[in-house]
């Protein structure tokens, strides 16, 4: 018996050693989970939020399907910010966000784009050729089963009835910043991406916006995690929905949806 003490003394002061030695989560760093869309817009607004959070937060840009997913698996993330509600009620369905916490942040448009130096031209409307602006090429998207923009892109075309016609061309890729860089590349002769996305990057043009009744609205909300400690997320909840934040979002192309505090 006193044999059996001391070898339950030594685990448990084994335990304990192993918990001081352990290396602690870094809690003094809000940990944020983003859609890759927001990846320019966000990195600006996390510097802007520096001094009313405390510290800049440390943010994993991703397709929202993969974050959601990697968030229900665990991962310590403190702020999920994604590219479309059904990402967000997916985790709040579980009980994985502070579904106080959630709002609507932000809006965005979907475009058709094309290599800059592309002489493609066409009118986005029911029945448009869009096969004739790929031609032999290949129509770059995100994954259209679970990236939003793919999600959305999709909705359009067959909204549109021009689906059928395309869809042995697609190029479908891991998120949007992904089918982007096809189109800039010229791995792809165009690709459907956030307006936002557009404007950031200077290898491609637009050549067409889709209509806002032809796919879901397209809406980015933010939550605080359900399994979030740190005590400085709310405070980067809190500086998203500032006006310095505001005009950061909007310099980028997104519509301010959350009224600003």
Not at 39 to 51: P, Q, T
Request: charged share 25%; hydrophobic share 50%.
């Amino acid at each position: 018996m006193k044999r059996n003490g001391l070898v339950l003394a030594a685990l448990a002061a084994g335990s304990m050693a192993a918990m001081l030695a352990a290396p602690a989560r870094a809690d003094e760093q809000v940990v944020v989970f983003a859609a890759a869309s927001l990846k320019n817009a966000l990195d600006a607004v996390n510097v802007a939020c520096e001094k009313e959070v405390g510290e800049t937060a440390k943010i994993s840009y991703a397709a929202s399907s993969a974050l959601a997913k990697q968030i229900e698996e665990g991962a310590p993330a403190d702020v999920f910010i994604s590219a479309d509600l059904d990402w967000m009620k997916y985790l709040s369905d579980k009980k994985l966000t502070k579904a106080d916490t959630e709002v609507k942040l932000l809006g965005n448009e979907i475009v058709l784009v094309a290599p800059k130096d592309s002489k493609a031209e066409v009118k986005i409307a029911k029945g448009f050729d869009l096969a004739k602006v790929i031609g032999d090429g290949k129509l770059a998207m995100g994954d259209f089963k679970a990236v939003p923009a793919g999600k959305y892109g999709k909705a359009a075309l067959e909204s549109l009835g021009v689906w059928s016609s395309v869809e042995g061309k697609v190029a479908q890729a891991e998120n949007v910043r992904a089918a982007l860089k096809l189109v800039a590349t010229g791995e792809a002769a165009a690709g459907i991406v956030y307006q936002t996305d557009a404007n950031a990057e200077k290898g491609v043009k637009v050549i067409g916006t889709f209509p806002e009744e032809t796919h879901p609205p397209i809406v980015y909300p933010a939550a605080q995690t359900a399994a979030s400690k740190d005590k400085d997320a709310p405070a980067f909840l809190k500086c998203l929905r500032s006006a310095k934040a505001g005009e950061l979002f909007k310099a980028q192309g997104f519509t301010v949806l959350a009224p600003t505090q």
